[in-house]
């Protein structure tokens, strides 16, 4: 969420940066500095109400004191008018702020400078490239049909248990899921990254706290009996456990990672570009997550990139980096990196990780702050990344590895799966 100071003294610039989200913010800016006025005059003019109230109650003593009955009585009957006042005074504030809370949510985070301009995925910028793309036989079989093949994904038997969307995975399939699990977390945790095991349903104040809520409701499972819902990214419980908390000037870096199941609706979703694993409702990922001071949030950000390209480099897959245009971007994120790997038999780039810099605008949503060497509060910057979702993973690694009729496991993953090849 902006900032109330940002937004007045720096309209125009508010309103410029998220043209580049192609998002038109003039009418909401504008009228967001007229409730934030309104605010700021009736706390002005509710606290010389309560002050004149404290003096005056304040004299009723004295004069009754003094014998002053019927002075005591008058000031009383002044007394009694500012609290009747004061409680209007609430009561039109409260009404203005809800009013402007409603509209602060509204506004989408800034886009930072290196963001470029551009509406669609199309005007992405890639920006580095790794891994040879394998040529592949005549014969090659998209995952979905190698699952079928090895008896290692069973989508019908996930349709008869929940629906489309929600894979079984068997045999070797269900241990090449575990080892990604177990290899993507232990590298993380060796860089130092504190692996954590969250819940996988949260409340509605995480949701919010992370931006899910109110921008992403129609993709969460709602769980409505609780008003819980399950969690879309481990991104949204691992945040919050640093919601209303202040951290000390030497508590930085705070970095996390959890491995969670990760639900979306993803209503709306056809055809062949979703078929196999390329979508799923349910699906598993691991994540990383920071909290860092605003002035080292930039330099962890590259670190993040770094971290997951080693991830995506060392199972061999071709990939690709890119910097999503202004268009492309997520609501809450500043700057958004994509990693995509190739998938040989579907002839197509799938992405595999987001990792993004949210600046300040989580942190000011979740009241996230920090105090600094001066002892100032200040909000912090949050950043996360995918490292990795496993599905379209899991499908560029049977694609792109069969060979000989057998699919063959990146060496890396060999200690963790406890076998070389699907066959």
Request: glycine share 6%; hydrophobic share 40%; with cysteine.
């Given at each position: 969420?902006?900032?109330?100071?940002?937004?007045?003294?720096?309209?125009?610039?508010?309103?410029?940066?998220?043209?580049?989200?192609?998002?038109?913010?003039?009418?909401?800016?504008?009228?967001?500095?007229?409730?934030?006025?309104?605010?700021?005059?009736?706390?002005?003019?509710?606290?010389?109400?309560?002050?004149?109230?404290?003096?005056?109650?304040?004299?009723?003593?004295?004069?009754?004191?003094?014998?002053?009955?019927?002075?005591?009585?008058?000031?009383?009957?002044?007394?009694?008018?500012?609290?009747?006042?004061?409680?209007?005074?609430?009561?039109?504030?409260?009404?203005?702020?809800?009013?402007?809370?409603?509209?602060?949510?509204?506004?989408?985070?800034?886009?930072?400078?290196?963001?470029?301009?551009?509406?669609?995925?199309?005007?992405?910028?890639?920006?580095?490239?790794?891994?040879?793309?394998?040529?592949?036989?005549?014969?090659?079989?998209?995952?979905?049909?190698?699952?079928?093949?090895?008896?290692?994904?069973?989508?019908?038997?996930?349709?008869?248990?929940?629906?489309?969307?929600?894979?079984?995975?068997?045999?070797?399939g269900a241990r090449l899921q575990r080892a990604l699990i177990n290899y993507f977390l232990d590298q993380?945790?060796?860089?130092?990254?504190?692996?954590?095991?969250?819940?996988?349903?949260?409340?509605?104040?995480?949701?919010?706290?992370?931006?899910?809520?109110?921008?992403?409701?129609?993709?969460?499972?709602?769980?409505?009996?609780?008003?819980?819902?399950?969690?879309?990214?481990?991104?949204?419980?691992?945040?919050?456990?640093?919601?209303?908390?202040?951290?000390?000037?030497?508590?930085?870096?705070?970095?996390?990672?959890?491995?969670?199941?990760?639900?979306?609706?993803?209503?709306?979703?056809?055809?062949?570009?979703?078929?196999?694993?390329?979508?799923?409702?349910?699906?598993?990922?691991?994540?990383?997550?920071?909290?860092?001071?605003?002035?080292?949030?930039?330099?962890?950000?590259?670190?993040?990139?770094?971290?997951?390209?080693?991830?995506?480099?060392?199972?061999?897959?071709?990939?690709?980096?890119?910097?999503?245009?202004?268009?492309?971007?997520?609501?809450?994120?500043?700057?958004?990196?994509?990693?995509?790997?190739?998938?040989?038999?579907?002839?197509?780039?799938?992405?595999?990780?987001?990792?993004?810099?949210?600046?300040?605008?989580?942190?000011?949503?979740?009241?996230?702050?920090?105090?600094?060497?001066?002892?100032?509060?200040?909000?912090?910057?949050?950043?996360?990344?995918?490292?990795?979702?496993?599905?379209?993973?899991?499908?560029?690694?049977?694609?792109?590895?069969?060979?000989?009729?057998?699919?063959?496991?990146?060496?890396?993953?060999?200690?963790?799966?406890?076998?070389?090849?699907?066959?």
């Open positions: 969420m902006l900032t109330l100071k940002l937004l007045r003294e720096n309209p125009e610039f508010v309103i410029a940066k998220l043209a580049v989200k192609n998002f038109d913010a003039k009418e909401i800016v504008e009228k967001i500095n007229v409730l934030d006025q309104n605010r700021r005059a009736l706390q002005a003019e509710l606290d010389a109400c309560l002050a004149e109230q404290k003096k005056k109650a304040a004299q009723i003593g004295g004069l009754m004191k003094e014998g002053k009955r019927e002075e005591a009585e008058a000031v009383k009957a002044e007394v009694a008018a500012l609290k009747t006042r004061s409680g209007e005074i609430e009561k039109t504030s409260e009404e203005n702020n809800n009013e402007l809370n409603s509209l602060l949510v509204l506004l989408p985070n800034l886009p930072c400078d290196q963001v470029p301009e551009g509406r669609t995925a199309e005007d992405n910028v890639v920006v580095k490239m790794g891994n040879e793309i394998p040529e592949l036989g005549e014969n090659a079989l998209p995952h979905w049909d190698l699952a079928k093949k090895y008896d290692i994904i069973d989508f019908d038997l996930g349709v008869k248990l929940t629906g489309a969307g929600f894979p079984v995975y068997k045999g070797k993380n945790t060796s860089v130092g990254y504190l692996e954590v095991e969250p819940p996988v349903m949260v409340n509605e104040a995480s949701g919010f706290g992370t931006g899910q809520l109110p921008d992403k409701e129609g993709q969460m499972y709602h769980a409505t009996v609780d008003n819980f819902y399950l969690v879309p990214t481990a991104e949204v419980p691992v945040t919050n456990i640093y919601r209303d908390v202040i951290l000390g000037n030497n508590d930085f870096p705070v970095k996390m990672t959890a491995y969670t199941p990760c639900f979306r609706r993803e209503a709306g979703s056809y055809g062949k570009d979703v078929r196999g694993l390329n979508r799923l409702h349910q699906f598993d990922k691991v994540e990383i997550v920071r909290i860092e001071k605003p002035e080292e949030s930039y330099a962890a950000l590259d670190e993040m990139i770094a971290h997951v390209e080693k991830l995506v480099a060392s199972l061999g897959l071709p990939y690709r980096i890119l910097r999503l245009c202004g268009g492309d971007m997520s609501f809450t994120s500043a700057i958004t990196y994509d990693f995509e790997v190739y998938s040989a038999a579907q002839g197509r780039w799938l992405e595999i990780s987001s990792v993004s810099n949210f600046e300040s605008y989580q942190a000011n949503r979740l009241k996230l702050r920090y105090k600094d060497a001066d002892g100032k509060v200040q909000l912090a910057h949050t950043l996360n990344g995918s490292s990795l979702a496993l599905p379209r993973v899991v499908a560029a690694l049977l694609e792109n590895n069969q060979k000989d009729g057998r699919i063959e496991i990146p060496e890396v993953l060999r200690p963790y799966t406890g076998f070389d090849y699907i066959d």
